[in-house]
């Protein structure tokens, strides 16, 4: 079974606009860390994000923040203000921490576009 | 600092051939990782070094790959011989300290296309 989920292969948005990339996980693990990684053009892979399954909290850093619905099981990525600069390829990611495995689990990624 | 880095950036091999992958992690990361995507899948695990050793190799698919990492710093990533279901991009990842909290810094990858 898929552990991360993400269905929105392509997204569009008006630049300055704020949008939604969605992705949702399945785990059994009580305790997990769930992640947001950018992939541009160029190919690197940028860590973005961070969300702990117990941080209470929704994690924020700059324009990106995490919308976290543990009971959903969902980790959506919020980018406010988006800028040209932000069109790319997006991961949702999860690692589990009861199975002992230091590996990540990637969704299959959303295009994002951002619209002059 | 100077981030992972892979070599080559693409390959292009015939069905058959053998190809060798690089991957330079960040210094002073103990833990390496490997993982590969298929076009239009998501990225899949391959294996993980802490050092020298191979701590998981769950996801390497068959006994065609070979990835070693000499002395705990580079590692290689050897495809032999190669089959066209290879073809893919093949990333590189390296942390400081393993745990549910700390991120992974990824390379650029490496496209490997096998015709």
């Known amino acids: 079974a898929q552990k991360i989920t993400q269905t929105q292969p392509g997204m569009f948005v008006q630049e300055k606009e704020a949008v939604t990339l969605d992705c949702t996980y399945d785990?059994?693990?009580?305790?997990?860390?769930l992640f947001w990684y950018k992939q541009p053009s160029s190919g690197e892979m940028i860590f973005l994000i961070y969300?702990?399954?117990?941080?209470?909290q929704n994690a924020t850093e700059g324009r990106y923040s995490l919308n976290f619905q543990k009971a959903r099981k969902s980790a959506n990525l919020v980018i406010s203000a988006s800028q040209l600069g932000d069109s790319a390829m997006y991961f949702c990611a999860m690692r589990e921490v009861q199975t002992g495995a230091n590996n990540l689990f990637f969704g299959t990624g959303t295009r994002l576009t951002v619209i002059p | 600092e100077a981030g992972v880095t892979q070599f080559p950036s693409h390959s292009v091999i015939e069905k058959g051939q053998t190809v060798t992958l690089r991957c330079d992690p960040i210094s002073g990361h103990d833990n390496l990782y490997w993982y590969r995507r298929v076009m239009g899948k998501e990225i899949k695990f391959l294996l993980h070094f802490v050092k020298e050793s191979k701590q998981d190799e769950s996801g390497m698919p068959n006994n065609r790959f070979l990835a070693e990492r000499t002395g705990g710093t580079y590692s290689t990533l050897k495809v032999q011989p190669a089959e066209l279901e290879d073809s893919g991009v093949y990333f590189c990842?390296?942390?400081?300290?393993?745990?549910?909290?700390?991120?992974?810094?990824f390379g650029p990858g490496t496209r490997l296309t096998v015709t």
């Open positions: 969300q702990g399954s117990y941080d209470e």
């Open positions: 785990t059994s693990d009580q305790s997990y860390g």
């Open positions: 990842a390296s942390s400081s300290l393993t745990g549910v909290v700390y991120e992974q810094y």
